[in-house]
């Protein structure tokens, strides 16, 4: 079973989100929060998997929330939930350990997948968030990634889009195999571990040209 702590400081999307997520039988909201310092309360209280973690609310904000949750020892997985925040919020909030960025408005099917894919330590990338993050940005070959042959510039872009390796291969006509080989040269490469700093640096890259 999969523990949840939802933190934000409208009652009713708390409401709404619960409904949701524990229509699925694996999913439980173990406690609610209307702020940072109340998150911290409920998590010295309970064992939770998944923090869902808004960035503006009152008396304790999310990204000053995301900072003290990290310097828990086994701190559980923090998804960013918001309904919308600027590019630096996102880097921000990638940077800081969330693990994931979703809107509000995500489709409840996939919200409930990114909470399974959080609980699995699997990073959580809005298609919305991150395409709309990049559309801020003109350059194409960003100077972080200028190491990277033109295919594993295509697999970055689309990592930073929230594509999975299933994806990728249907979008650039590749094998599973092949991409996996691309994405484990690319964390090399730029010497990070996972999909979500790939994204991270593409974009703060972007962002610094």
Do not use: W
């Not at 919305?128 to 990634?145: K, T």
């Amino acid at each position: 079973m999969i523990s949840v702590l939802i933190v934000d400081d409208e009652p009713l999307l708390r409401a709404g989100i619960t409904l949701i997520i524990e229509s699925d039988p694996n999913i439980r909201v173990k406690a609610e929060a209307e702020h940072g310092r109340e998150a911290l309360e409920q998590l010295s209280k309970h064992h939770i998997d998944v923090v869902l973690l808004d960035i503006r609310m009152p008396v304790m904000d999310g990204l000053e929330t995301l900072k003290a949750i990290n310097a828990q020892t086994s701190p559980p997985a923090v998804v960013m939930l918001t309904a919308t925040e600027t590019d630096e919020s996102i880097v921000t909030s990638l940077s800081l350990g969330a693990l994931g960025f979703l809107l509000k408005t995500t489709p409840p099917a996939a919200l409930i997948a990114s909470i399974h894919s959080a609980a699995s330590s699997q990073p959580v990338l809005s298609h919305e968030v991150i395409s709309n993050l990049l559309e801020l940005h003109h350059v194409p070959y960003p100077a972080a990634v200028e190491s990277l042959s033109p295919r594993e510039l295509d697999i970055t872009r689309l990592i930073a889009q929230g594509l999975t390796n299933e994806e990728i291969c249907q979008e650039l006509f590749l094998s599973l195999s092949t991409v996996k080989t691309h994405v484990g040269r690319i964390m090399n490469k730029l010497k990070v571990g996972n999909r979500v700093q790939i994204a991270v640096t593409y974009v703060d890259a972007t962002r610094l040209k």
